[in-house]
């Protein structure tokens, strides 16, 4: 089994950037499908983006254009660069790995591995 951790998250202004990183432990990451979560207060987990193992992606529209996720096997490291954050974009970021032959998996009961999550805060 997988264990993942991200980082990267903190505070940063409107139209700033900030990179995540989820370093997993345990197994090598290439053999799952990795995605991106996130969690404003009182608000249900909303996925952001997906990266196959192939490096094939997709994005929710409130974050296409701005955010890129990518990946280094190699590293057994999964990124998220966000550019020009918005405030709406505060939310408490988890990193997810799933399972499966179907990669376009946009639903939080895809994904069995989640990291802890990194606060991301965007304010002036």
């Known amino acids: 089994q997988v264990q993942l951790v991200e980082s990267g998250g903190g505070l940063v202004q409107p139209g700033g950037s900030l990179r995540l990183s989820c370093a997993a432990s345990?197994?090598?990451?290439?053999?799952?499908?990795m995605a991106w979560f996130r969690q404003a207060p009182g608000k249900e987990r909303e996925f952001v983006a997906v990266?196959?193992?192939?490096?094939?992606?997709y994005y929710s529209d409130s974050v296409k254009g701005r955010f890129t996720i990518s990946r280094d096997n190699a590293k057994n490291t999964v990124f998220l660069q966000m550019n020009s954050l918005k405030p709406e974009d505060t939310a408490v970021y988890y990193c997810?790995?799933?399972?499966?032959?179907?990669?376009?998996?946009?639903?939080?009961?895809?994904?069995?591995?989640w990291g802890q999550g990194t606060q991301v805060t965007v304010s002036s």
């Open positions: 345990g197994r090598t990451l290439g053999s799952y499908i």
């Open positions: 997810a790995a799933a399972t499966g032959i179907n990669w376009y998996k946009t639903y939080a009961d895809d994904y069995s591995i």
């Open positions: 990266i196959s193992r192939a490096g094939g992606t």
